[in-house]
């Protein structure tokens, strides 16, 4: 069975799902986060500093994780698109600052990939992410 995951007080994505969640073994689910971006549950974007868009999307990617059962360890892998990679190679420190105090000390397999626009204007970054919950819970 698929779930749609949705976090409390989120607005509905217009044509997308912030994310899926498939059981594939009893208790065992594999979840897929569609590209979130650093704007609020409301669309609402708070900062175009790209490290603070940063933080926020990964603050997405753990909402929406947690809606079905999943915290940051449980990432399988991530895919970050990125409007200006000399602005993220400048301030990888800072990026990695805010990755570890949301994420923690788990690394997944990653890409990052530089992008001409994202389908949001004011948008920096978008992520998309996998995920495994394993019964074990």
């Known amino acids: 069975m698929m779930d749609v995951l949705l976090p409390e007080g989120w607005k509905k994505g ?4 912030h994310g899926m969640a498939e ?9 897929t986060l569609g590209g979130l971006i650093g704007w609020n549950g409301q669309e609402e974007f708070e ?11 990964l603050e997405n990617v753990v909402t929406v994780l947690a809606q079905a059962g999943a ?7 991530m895919t970050w698109y990125i409007t200006d990679k000399e602005e993220c190679l ?5 990026l990695g600052a805010a990755y ?3 994420m ?5 397999a990653m890409a990052m990939v530089e992008v ?7 948008a920096k970054v978008e992520i998309e992410t996998r995920a495994v919950v394993k019964n074990e819970r």
């Open 104 to 108: 923690g000390d788990h690394f997944p």
């Open 71 to 77: 915290e940051p360890s449980d990432v399988m892998s």
């Open 47 to 57: 900062s175009d500093d790209f490290i603070e868009q940063c933080r926020q999307t």
């Open 23 to 31: 059981t594939i073994e009893p208790g065992d689910k594999l979840i």
């Open 90 to 94: 400048a301030r990888q420190k800072e």
């Open 14 to 17: 217009k044509g997308y799902s």
């Open 116 to 122: 001409k626009a994202l389908m949001e204007d004011r």
């Open 100 to 102: 570890r105090a949301t």
